[in-house]
């Protein structure tokens, strides 16, 4: 049954002008002399990734081979992999409410313990003990209410789902809510070591919905084969996230909550984002493939033609690619589409689309829905049926939970690898495993060996290199060359005020150093951001532009038998992983390295704390000949047990900075 009436007759309109607008977030940064240059960059490489849907629409057979690893894949990029254990959730019902045909229950669960998840859940007043009713999960929107929760806000939805005979769960988000935790750690808080752990609140928002689906289930009120989910921005965005993991999710409505990456980063949408929207693209998916694990359950994708942040020509590619991928379900039937004329927000028309679409599927009822507008929020301060405080889950201060762990879970959540030292038997075959695994998860697709840099321009100063399409980075030349001196290549996060290289002595700075800065803005931190939605880092394209330059210099300096690879505090890390994924390079000469990337400063990786952390990357560089200056005496530990390990204790000499 076809219901998006305003689409059908939108969509010739729409699909007509999408070649000549898209809509974009802003105007692009132009202030440094950089910017133009990674914006390009970040466009190049979202069209392969966003054009490798088109492999997802081969079969149905070929779709159906590769779902399981999509959906480890997928739980990996939201820091739920391996799953984590569903323990207790210590559901607790704190006070109740009487409506007009309905009954409130306020309620916290624990998803794990210590994350407290604050909810009410409507009930209709009145029904048998024996029956058991639909249930629709509320996932909230950014609506900020303090203490009261943002659940207050969304208190309409509940009661009309309860009126019409189904349990309605509307829970709080980690920011916002009643326990406050925050989304906004890359987007604000410098919190980069986000994306050294894998961890994004998207995770955690997904983890409370299947927990809240735990519980829903386990109430003896609730038919478990009729859950549904829905709701808008930030809600919508969980809605796909709950939906795409637990398939106990029969019906899906998403309003506003998904756009796609032409949209998120070259149209620069994600700085309207915060960070519970975007996972972290590991695997570097098409940004409907996590819609499409939701087929073929039904799916409604609901936005307003006016969105600001989810603009119009990303919901008609992201529809385009649902319908087609359904197609191959043959459930063409079962996603359909509604856009309605206005901005972000709930209207008259999208009440009506939600409450018709979960009736049909969750009650089998097609009939139109004519009392969606009962008992709204009109307004922030005012007119709500409920007041806000009443819907408090714990009513004061001195109630809340002495035990939450909502302020840190971001430092809990995805756990860490603990890395073995390695034995002397076994050294090279715990290298390989570690290598594997970082190819895998923190330098997705990075080649070997690396390409050898090419020459842009040069001067008498310096060189200005093409390390990759689209990147360029600038080489200072030595002051004077010697046969009798070793070569140094000296890896630089600072930028080079003066020409200050030594006899030998080439200095590099990598992309977004010195010649090549571009603007950051904090927030929204486009430019790290988008990186993260693409599936790397900014210092991971600093590591490609180390060994792409490594072997620039090696070719200039054919006559010399060595080429030593330098560098001091952040630089200095980069430099190790550089040496890690290139073998060639033959000698490092590391200073001041952080003792872990949680390190204020340290270069962020994409996983990395999953797989090692600093001293082990270290310790991957032997049998090669390492000086190591300036770090403690737990860092050298480990990382000559790995040198004495590979049969190489020799080749590690430390000393003072």
């Known amino acids: 049954m076809q219901i998006s009436h305003l689409r059908n007759t ?23 002399p950089g910017d133009r240059a990674i914006q390009q960059y970040l466009a190049l490489r979202t069209r392969p990734i966003h054009a490798s849907f088109d492999k997802d629409l081969v079969s149905l057979d070929a779709w159906k081979s590769q779902r399981e690893k999509y959906l480890q894949e997928y739980f990996y990029m939201l820091g739920l992999w391996p799953r984590p254990v569903k323990t207790p959730l210590r559901a607790t019902v704190t006070g109740t409410l009487q409506g007009d045909g309905f009954v409130v229950e306020m309620l916290h669960y624990q998803s794990r313990p ?4 604050t909810g009410t859940l409507y009930r209709p007043a009145e029904s048998r003990d024996d029956q058991r009713l639909p249930a629709v999960f509320y996932a909230c929107g950014h609506a900020n209410r303090g203490r009261n929760g943002h659940k207050s806000a969304f208190q309409s939805h509940g009661m009309w789902f309860a009126r019409h005979g189904y349990i309605c769960l509307i829970v709080d988000s980690l920011q916002l809510g009643e326990i406050a935790g925050i989304h906004h750690g890359t987007y604000r808080e410098q919190r980069w070591w986000w994306h050294s752990r894998g961890y994004t609140p998207a995770g955690v928002e997904c983890w409370n919905g299947i927990r809240g689906i735990d519980y829903l289930t386990s109430r003896p009120d609730v038919d478990p084969d009729r859950i549904g989910v829905t709701g808008i921005s930030g809600g919508g965005a969980a809605t796909f996230w709950i939906a795409a993991a637990d398939e106990r999710v029969h019906v899906a409505v998403p309003v506003s909550g998904m756009a796609d990456l032409p949209s998120y980063v070259p149209n620069r949408m994600i700085n309207g984002h915060c960070d519970c929207i975007m996972m972290y693209n590991t695997f570097q998916w098409p940004w409907t493939r996590i819609a499409s694990l939701v087929a073929p359950r039904p799916l409604l994708f609901v936005n307003s033609d006016h969105d600001q942040i989810f603009p119009m020509d990303a919901n008609d590619r992201v529809i385009n690619r ?17 856009i309605s004329v206005g901005d972000h927000n709930y209207r008259r028309d999208i009440r009506k689309a939600v409450y018709r679409f979960i009736n049909m599927h969750l009650q089998g009822n097609p009939a139109e829905v004519l009392d969606g507008e009962v008992d709204l929020v009109t307004s922030r301060n005012g007119d709500h049926k409920i007041p806000p405080e009443q819907l408090r889950v714990f009513p004061t201060d001195e109630d809340l939970p002495a035990d939450a762990i909502n302020a840190t ?14 034995q002397a038997a076994d050294y090279q075959g715990w290298r390989e495993k570690l290598v594997a695994q970082l190819r895998h998860v923190t330098f997705r697709g990075f080649p070997q060996p690396f390409p050898v840099a090419t020459l842009h321009e040069t001067n008498h100063r310096f060189t200005t290199l093409n390390t990759e399409p689209g990147i360029q980075v600038r080489l200072h030349l030595p002051s004077d060359t010697s046969e009798q001196q070793p070569v140094s290549l000296t ?32 927030p929204p931190n486009f430019v790290e951001r988008s990186h993260a939605a693409l599936g790397t880092t900014v210092d991971a394209g ?37 040496a890690v994924l290139e073998p060639a390079i033959p000698q490092l000469d590391l200073i001041a390295l952080p003792e872990t990337h949680m ?18 990357t270290v310790g991957l560089l032997a049998p090669r000949p390492l000086r190591l200056r300036g770090v403690d005496s737990d860092f050298t530990h480990r990382v000559q047990s790995s040198y004495a390990a590979a049969g190489a204790a020799d080749k590690i000499h430390l000393s003072a900075p």
């Open 10 to 32: 939108l969509l010739v309109t729409i699909v007509a002008a999408s070649g000549l607008f898209a809509q974009q977030y802003g105007e692009p940064d132009r202030g440094s």
């Open 114 to 117: 210590g994350l407290y998840v």
């Open 322 to 338: 649902l319908e087609r991928l359904y197609g191959l379900h043959g459930a063409s039937d079962q996603v359909d589409a509604v």
């Open 409 to 422: 879970i971001d430092e809990v959540f995805v756990p860490v690898a603990h890395v073995e030292l390695p």
């Open 491 to 522: 890896v630089t996060t600072n930028p080079v005020e003066k020409h200050r290289p030594s006899v030998n002595e080439y200095i590099l700075e990598p992309r977004g150093i010195g010649a090549t800065r571009w603007t950051t803005n904090n």
């Open 542 to 578: 600093r590591v490609w532009d180390i060994a792409a330059t490594y072997h620039y210099v090696r070719q200039q300096v054919a006559g010399h038998l060595q080429v030593v690879l330098r560098g001091e505090g952040a630089a200095a890390v980069l430099a190790a992983y550089a």
């Open 599 to 616: 390190s204020q400063g340290a270069p962020q990786l994409l996983n990395v704390l999953r797989v090692c952390d600093i001293p082990d």
